[in-house]
């Protein structure tokens, strides 16, 4: 089982360009989440999906959208990437019953 | 809105014990956790409390939970190197169908060999 997988593991990318950050989960969790990790701000919700077909912004969202198109798939799209989206970026996923969330090894994304 | 708080940094010699605090304001959290990030990883859930709970504890680990003053610990006995991570303090926000998650800013943990 390989739990959450994010892709790319790293990418540098020029301002002004679009980029897709992959997230997938094998676990049939219901609830998927984006983070990003900046130092001394801790993690910050982007977008979360609490079923497939429905989506949510978090405390971050603008500069980013989110599909759930499936259970298991839950891409972040930057449709401008700018210099203050350089971050790391981690995917997660929870289960009601579990009543926990899982996260992916991260995405260490720079924008120039 | 939800706040956590943690202190940035601990250090402690091998061995010690290290006790890790975090302090939320969302009194109707309905569970409170501890991650870990190891450098260049993602973060791994190392337990979790109920807040009907004061204590849970698992092997070195012991969660103390003070419900009337909103603070969170977690003690590591016996500290080792491979404990240097950073600690992040999590609450789960109310609200009916939401599983979200606050987080704190993370506590980082150097181990003194």
């Known amino acids: 089982i390989a739990g959450i997988t994010q892709a790319p593991t790293s990418q540098i990318l020029a301002a002004g360009r679009r980029m897709t950050l992959r997230c997938t989960q094998d676990m049939r969790h219901n609830a998927m989440y984006w983070y990003r990790q900046d130092l001394g701000l801790g993690l910050r919700l982007i977008h979360y999906?609490?079923?497939?077909?429905?989506?949510g912004k978090g405390e971050v969202p603008d500069g980013y959208s989110v599909s759930r198109a499936n259970t298991d798939d839950f891409p972040l799209t930057l449709a401008s990437a700018v210099p203050s989206q350089t971050s790391v970026y981690f995917c997660?996923?929870?289960?009601?019953?579990?009543?926990?969330?899982?996260f992916g090894p991260g995405t260490r994304l720079t924008v120039l | 809105g939800e706040d956590v708080e943690q202190s940035l940094f601990l250090s402690v010699r091998e061995g010690d014990s290290s006790v890790i605090n975090c302090t939320y304001t969302?009194?109707?959290?309905?569970?409170l956790y501890w991650y870990k990030q190891e450098p260049g990883a993602g973060l791994q859930l190392l337990t979790y409390i109920f807040s009907n709970m004061d204590m849970k504890q698992d092997q070195r680990l012991t969660v103390l939970l003070n419900k009337k003053d909103k603070h969170l610990s977690l003690r590591i006995a016996d500290t080792q190197t491979g404990d240097s991570a950073i600690y992040f303090c999590?609450?789960?926000?109310?609200?009916?169908?939401?599983?979200?998650?606050?987080f704190g800013k993370g506590t980082k943990l150097s181990v003194i060999p």
């Open positions: 969302d009194s109707s959290s309905t569970y």
């Open positions: 997660a996923s929870s289960d009601q019953s579990a009543d926990t969330q899982y």
């Open positions: 999590a609450e789960r926000n109310s609200g009916a169908g939401s599983y979200q998650l606050t």
């Open positions: 999906s609490n079923t497939a077909g429905t989506t």
